[in-house]
């Protein structure tokens, strides 16, 4: 009999709160008792999962010693909250991706699934950054073969990366446009719909964003070796999703042919020339078509890479994480 997991959800009313709740069910995750929780504003209403329906308590009063499993899907839950779950003896799964420091373990089960041996239960095991985490399994399909010494990466983020406020401000400024009514940004600094951010926040000194050094950063640490990479973000005026344009150098030539085999045959990965947001969305595999060489350059090559943030990008990668905790550590 599979052992039964008590677990709870921490910022189960939003959008990747909501998408953590219906992968639990689609996925028959071994759930013995489940605990929505959330900010005290957000507490009152009720969750239904499975054929039950449950209220949303506040996080703070919790006691996590009742749960194995803690999963995080709202930005901004206090430290303290984390640190009090941990010392009750409950792992903590960042699907938000906001934890970083060395006692973090950063995962992506279909690249560096092996790293959880290194993390010491109750562990914090947090996600990469959505675009992070679909070039890393992109890179990682092709790397073993052909080593790759320089990647450059042009991301494109949704609104809901930014939760409900950002896709309310996308669907309010669409329809006031639409009937030719004013418009004034409100959670964005700048007007998001039939428009593009090129900056997607405050720069540092250096013209980056933390969004950009992290998800930079996030692929480094995953992928490893010794590589150039270069990124950027740019926002638009979709609603879900996340894609990012690739080139990468690899150390010696290779044959198109041999580089889309290793995609098709990684786990994970689905090839489709024309994937969009709207396409890809509600979808848990990482897409990648327009796979092509650089003219004249037998070493470099150019493709699209697009998944769906909330799922993949978001609640889908910590369940899969959490699957192999309870098959293999708990």
């Not at 400024?173 to 009514?181: A, E, I």
Request: glycine fraction near 8%; proline fraction near 4%; include cysteine.
């Amino acid at each position: 009999m599979t052992k039964k997991i008590d677990i709870a959800v921490i910022g189960v009313t939003t959008i990747i709160g909501e998408t953590l709740i219906e992968l639990l069910a689609d996925r028959d995750f071994p759930v013995g008792k489940l605990f929505p929780l959330d900010a005290e504003s957000e507490c009152g209403g009720r969750v239904n999962f499975n054929t039950e329906n449950l209220p949303v308590r506040d996080y703070a009063g919790f006691d996590f010693s009742q749960v194995d499993l803690a999963f995080v899907c709202r930005d901004g839950v206090p430290d303290e909250v984390v640190q009090k779950a941990l010392a009750a003896g409950c792992s903590v799964l960042d699907a938000c991706g906001q934890y970083r420091d060395e006692s973090v373990c950063l995962i992506v089960p279909e690249v560096n699934a092996g790293q959880l041996d290194d993390c010491k239960l109750p562990a914090l095991i947090s996600n990469p950054a959505p675009v992070a985490i679909a070039v890393s399994l992109a890179v990682k399909a092709i790397d073993e073969k052909f080593p790759i010494r320089r990647l450059d990466v042009t991301g494109f983020i949704s609104v809901s990366q930014s939760g409900r406020a950002g896709v309310e401000e996308l669907a309010t400024q669409t329809t006031r446009l639409l009937n030719v009514q004013p418009i004034e940004p409100d959670y964005y600094r700048s007007q998001i719909a039939f428009n593009v951010h090129g900056q997607t926040a405050a720069m540092d000194e250096d013209g980056y964003t933390v969004a950009e050094r992290q998800n930079r950063q996030d692929i480094i640490h995953l992928l490893g070796g010794d590589r150039l990479v270069s990124l950027s973000l740019l926002r638009v005026p979709v609603f879900f999703g996340c894609g990012a344009q690739l080139l990468l150098r690899t150390e010696e030539a290779a044959d198109i042919s041999e580089i889309t085999t290793l995609l098709e045959k990684f786990n994970g990965i689905e090839l489709d020339a024309a994937s969009t947001p709207v396409d890809i969305a509600g979808q848990d595999a990482v897409f990648i078509g327009r796979i092509r060489p650089v003219a004249g350059l037998g070493n470099e090559f150019q493709m699209w890479v697009a998944t769906d943030n909330s799922r993949k990008g978001s609640a889908l990668n910590s369940i899969q994480t959490a699957e192999i905790l309870v098959k293999h550590y708990l």
